[in-house]
T-cell receptor
Framework: DTEVTQTPKHLVMGMTNKKSLKCEQH?????MYWYKQKAKKPPELMFV???????INESVPSRFSPECPNSSLLNLHLHALQPEDSALYLC?????????????FGPGTRLTVL | SQQGEEDPQALSIQEGENATMNCSYK?????LQWYRQNSGRGLVHLIL?????REKHSGRLRVTLDTSKKSSSLLITASRAADTASYFC???????????FGKGTRLSVIA
């Protein structure tokens, strides 16, 4: 299985809502990532988990809260978002290898904040 | 920032032609990768080239890396309409360091 799955595919939420994005992989990868991508822009790294521990947090606002319950799952909890947070949220995974850094991406969750 | 800069930003070619995209970056790197993204979808890894490699092939793809010029090129030969997508280069500086993506080239292949 070389697939990263993300749910939901689309999400519309109000600024007072609490929602969660989910990501799953069964490739035995020990590094997982959240990226944010605005239209016609490159992905921007938000968080990196390595061996279920948060290793990189790119100064993301606290209204985004990542969680890695186990080595196969990665969640992104959303609370009190702003309209400018509307974007495609991509999850990726890779081997936590010293020499190999190919990342496998999920299809993304298209988030709209009203 | 080590962010890559692709050029051109957009490229439109006829089916069967070759497409060349370039990527430049600012700092020393460990690996450089190319990814493809179809509209509004996830990224698909195409090819990885290490800093000590100069050229790599995969099917219709050819990647070159010139570390002295801090640049890379992606050549897609005999393009197809299905190659229509955005192409991003991404660099890392070493073990377990995050990828930094360039701005991307939007390729349109017209049948």
């Amino acid at each position: 299985d070389t697939e990263v799955t993300q749910t939901p595919k689309h999400l519309v939420m109000g600024m007072t809502n609490k929602k969660s994005l989910k990501c799953e992989q069964h490739m035995g990868h020990r590094a997982m990532y959240w990226y944010k991508q605005k239209a016609k822009k490159p992905p921007e790294l938000m968080f990196v988990y390595s061996y279920e521990k948060l290793s990189i947090n790119e100064s993301v606002p606290s209204r985004f809260s990542p969680e890695c319950p186990n080595s196969s799952l990665l969640n992104l909890h959303l609370h009190a978002l702003q309209p400018e947070d509307s974007a495609l949220y991509l999850c990726a995974s890779s081997q936590a290898s010293p020499t190999y850094n190919e990342q496998f991406f999920g299809p993304g969750t298209r988030l709209t904040v009203l | 920032s080590q962010q890559g800069e692709e050029d051109p930003q957009a490229l439109s070619i006829q089916e069967g032609e070759n497409a060349t995209m370039n990527c430049s970056y600012k700092t020393s790197i460990n690996n450089l990768q190319w990814y493809r993204q179809n509209s509004g979808r996830g990224l698909v890894h195409l090819i990885l080239i290490r800093s000590n490699e100069r050229e790599k092939h995969s099917g219709r793809l050819r990647v070159t890396l010139d570390t002295s010029k801090k640049s890379s090129s992606l050549l897609i030969t005999a393009s197809r309409a299905a190659d229509t997508a955005s192409y991003f280069c991404a660099t890392d500086v070493g073990r377990n360091t995050p990828l930094v993506f360039g701005k991307g080239t939007r390729l349109s292949v017209i049948a």
